[in-house]
């Protein structure tokens, strides 16, 4: 077999320490370990970080401080969660199976990669996975994957519903590396693929994220939809994260994510900023959706996605309208 | 009584083909084709071969002996032209697993690549008339002028539908390990439905008398089909085996298992329909259109039900085959029937809508009194019953037929019906019932493909003796025991339990051993129709936001002669049942036309139901007596379940959004496209 170092990081200093080029850090391992049997993943040493004590939930003021390494199961039931950012906890638990979730960590979740069929399999050109390769999803099978922000290098989604819920809170996700440490605002972490596609976010290699903060629970009422065909255990077709907060009629404040539909959770600031300051009102918000959406670029088996993200983002919001 | 396998299996005592323990045990790894036509020119092991606890490399560069009239599919390593993309084309032996699995990655194969062609199409130049389709029946059949019947009819119908490729996904992955005996012998534990069949096919394979080889499948993890024929991993690890002196395991990845293992053909289906102003079927055509391999034809069966649905004065029915460059399709559970019972029930719905009847009583106005191709009397046929009792159980006669204004909040509501069929037949077995220590051991080389046919088995014989069930004790699942036939095709119970009723009668009549075999017993069966039936019923809700589909309500009536166990009769159609909504809305394996062969194949993205998606889920039974189909009265229920239930939910979907779904499956973007 390939072989592979192995190394336990006991402190964060520690991991980044123990990395080196073409190492990886393992969480979970739910997405890691599937790429490397694969064959897509092929690291020389894995750098488990699943142990660190960076499994804890803490409210900061008015904040809240989740761990990198806390579990999807663990972050879904956690009481101030549940309390105060429910639409995190629906969205965490709307991805998955029980299984996976008892597996699954924050950082992972987060730094999990494409589920496009041509990434998977190594016997097939992918520019993702081997930069240059062609993307044949672009004439070929592209019905889940994305509408905007694509490139003609590579059309993958970003298959988190975490990420979107967090994009929406506004979330910072708080990492350490060889650099030092730094902070970055969601939807910063993931990148559009342009033409470096095998890239999906702005971490450095040997950075750790240790963990994601949010900041108070925006003003409003939350809600997160996931589309899909199948009850359970699917990556969304299109899923929505939004907050609305509704005074005397006219939008205070709107937030909007959209997962499903690009290399990284997509917020939605055109929408946001036409429904921002106007009534709340159906009409408006199919304009605001319009839009956002005149950006798409779909391809012939993906173009549902414009219209089934157009009535979400809609009946979502008309939802969220008192 | 509970499942006698019960215990063995939740404690993990249960041995699949893999799990045997086995001294010196190695592994063989295969290498796949990555292009979809051509010739292999060269295969380059020596890298391979260098690695750590590599024993071997099997390939066309040393062709391993086979027979010269080994079926195409099984034929390892013989030939240098490549049938499909995803052939096993080489493999690697080593001392682990891993060690195979890295070795067959090092092997280097070089091409010379034809263009491929993988796409059915109607007008494909290569489409022809099989001589037969699956297993025997002609492929076309004519009967009245179809023709003056459309232009007699008061209303008329000409649809096309269309069905994906579709996979089997059984729990437990195909899997087999071989060992060579000193004296030649061959012993293949193979994750397979059937020990005798599958015995005779790597006997033959490997240009080896049966008696040299045995085939042992105590517990098998699901198959559903894809298991009901040899498949090339059991050839392999016997092949591979030979070659290192040492057992060999072979266990398929899921995603080999989607390379190899079979799959349903993609169908395109064309009905015409005609009905009089009384609702009386005028003309019937059912024209299907399918694929096979270069390699080996398969042919399925895929209009065969509307040769006994319906009373039509003129009836058409006909199979079209191209051979491409794919694997070769296989079963899969109700091969032909399920499909064509799919596109066959959703045009009777379209009629009944352009004719303005219900579509429940369009059924039963064209129930026919004898088989309508053959004009055989029916051995018992109580379709009208089910599809009354099932409108009745269903609150049928509170539906508005008006399509696409029921709805709460998002959700528009629609409920739909079809009808269901499948042959009940029965195939020759033999079986051995003896006293042992006052207790029955019942032996015949069925295999329990988690049915729970060793419970059903161990009711048959310990009815016919007369005695508890507990002091009845089944053997099978081993190519040793009495021959009998494959669990599939919804003959096993009927095949296997008629044996075991014969064997235990003739046990009672000595008092000392019963041996049966059925082949003049089935061959002297009166020339009858013998199909069950049944009738599916749905209520959907589909989102129109999102056009999601959640079946909120499935109800199956069948009307399947005496049902042997009522527990794992219900398992049985349910399961089916579950099937059949996935083939509705979600499962689909997407063919590779720029490479070949299939995308996403694996679990996460071939989705098939969840707990989640079965809602309501309810089947029932009416008692038949039928004794003219086998001395248990009963009729097979592996696959009528699944057959009409795809069906009834299509219907549904229509009911529901006024929008009639003609391609499977029916997702959120097939019912979202034509609305804006």
Known sequence: MRSFEYARADSPPDAVRRFRPGAMYLGGGTNLVDLMRLGVAEPDRLVDVSRLPLDAIEQIRDRLRIGAAVRNSDLAADPLVRARYPMLARAVLSGASGQVRNMATVAGNLLQRTRCAYFQDVSRPCNKRRPGSGCPAIEGDHANLAVLGRSDACVATHPSDLAVALAALEAEVHVTGPAGDRIIPMPGLHRLPGDAPEQDTVLEPGDLITAVELPAPPPGASAYRKVRERASFAFALVSIAAVMDVRDGIVAGCRIALGGVAHAPWRAERAEEAIIGGPATGAAFLAAAEAELAQARPLPRNAFKVPLARNLIVSTLEELTP | ????????????????????????????????????????????????????????????????????????????????????????????????????????????????????????????????????????????????????????????????????????????????????????????????????????????????????????????????????????????????????????????????????????????????????????????????????????????????????????????????????????????????????????????????????????????????????????????????????????????????????????????????????????????????????????????????????????????????????????????????????????????????????????????????????????????????????????????????????VRVSRLLGVFAAGHIVDAELARSQFIGGMTMGLGMALMEETQTDEEFGGFLRRDLAQYHVPACADVESIEAVWLEEQDERLNPMGSKGIGEIGIVGTAAAIGNAVHHATGHRVRDLPITPAKILMPRF
């Open chain 2, 1 to 548: 009584m509970n499942r006698v396998e019960g215990r063995v299996k939740v404690t993990g005592l249960a041995t699949y083909a893999a799990e045997y323990p086995v001294e010196g045990v190695t592994y063989a790894y295969p290498v796949q084709s990555r292009i979809a036509k051509g010739r292999i020119t060269h295969v380059d092991a020596s890298r391979a071969l260098a690695m750590p606890g590599v024993l071997g490399v099997l390939s066309v560069e040393e062709p391993p002996e086979l027979a010269e009239d080994a079926d195409a599919e099984l034929a390892l390593f013989q030939s240098r032209d490549v049938a499909y993309r995803g052939q096993l084309i080489a493999a690697a032996i080593a001392d682990t697993y891993e060690n195979a699995r890295a070795a067959a990655d090092a092997v280097r194969v070089a091409y010379e690549p034809a263009d491929h062609d993988v796409g059915l199409r109607t007008d494909h130049p290569g489409l022809y008339r099989p001589e037969v389709v699956n297993p025997d029946y002609p492929a076309d059949t004519e009967q009245g002028d179809l023709e003056a019947g459309l232009a007699e009819a008061a209303t008329t119908v000409d649809v096309t539908y269309t069905t994906p490729v579709l996979h089997n996904n059984p729990m437990e992955p195909h899997a087999a390990l071989a060992l060579w005996a000193g004296d030649g012998r061959l012993l293949v534990y193979d994750s397979a439905q059937g020990a005798s069949i599958d015995r005779d096919i790597i006997a033959k394979t490997l240009g080896l008398p049966p008696n040299r080889v045995r085939v042992v499948s105590r517990h098998v993890g699901g198959g559903f089909g894809s298991k009901g024929t040899t498949r090339p991993h059991a050839v392999l690890a016997a092949l591979a085996a030979r070659a290192v002196g040492r057992p060999v395991k072979v266990a398929l990845t899921r995603q080999q298992m989607f390379d190899v293992t079979g799959y349903r053909t993609p169908t395109i289906q064309r009905l015409r329909l005609g009905v009089d102003a009384d609702g009386r079927l005028t003309a019937l055509e059912h024209i299907a259109y399918e694929q096979s391999s270069t390699l080996v034809e398969f042919a399925e069966q895929t209009a065969t039900p509307a040769r006994v649905m319906y009373a039509a004065p003129a009836l058409r029915t006909a199979h079209r085959l191209v051979r491409l460059d794919v694997a070769t399709p296989s079963w899969m559970r109700a091969p032909g029937e399920c499909p064509g019972m799919y596109a066959l029930e959703s045009a009777m719905d379209e009629l009944a809508y352009a004719a303005g009847l219900d579509p429940v009583e369009l059924r039963i106005r064209n129930d026919p009194q004898t088989e309508p191709d053959s004009g055989l009397p029916f051995s018992s046929r109580n379709l009208v019953a089910c599809l009354r009792e099932g409108a009745h159980r269903f609150g049928w006669d509170r539906r508005d037929p008006a399509p696409g204004v029921r709805r709460e909040g998002e959700w528009l509501v629609g409920t739909g019906v079809a009808a269901s069929t499948y042959p009940a037949k029965r195939m020759p077995s033999q079986a051995l019932a003896t006293m042992q220590d006052g207790d029955f051991l019942i032996q015949v080389a069925a295999t329990d493909i988690g049915t729970g046919a060793r419970t059903a088995l161990t009711r048959i014989a310990a009815e016919t003796l007369g005695v508890a069930p507990d002091r009845v004790h089944v053997e099978l699942g081993d190519s040793d025991l009495p021959a009998a036939p494959v669990a599939g095709g919804s003959m096993g119970t009927a095949s296997w339990g008629s044996a075991i009723v014969r064997a235990c009668e003739e046990l009672m009549k000595n008092g000392k051993e019963g041996r049966a075999d059925t082949t003049g017993e089935v061959a002297a069966d009166t020339r009858l129709a013998r199909h069950a039936f049944g009738a599916q019923f749905a209520e959907v809700r589909v989102s129109a936001v999102t056009g999601e």
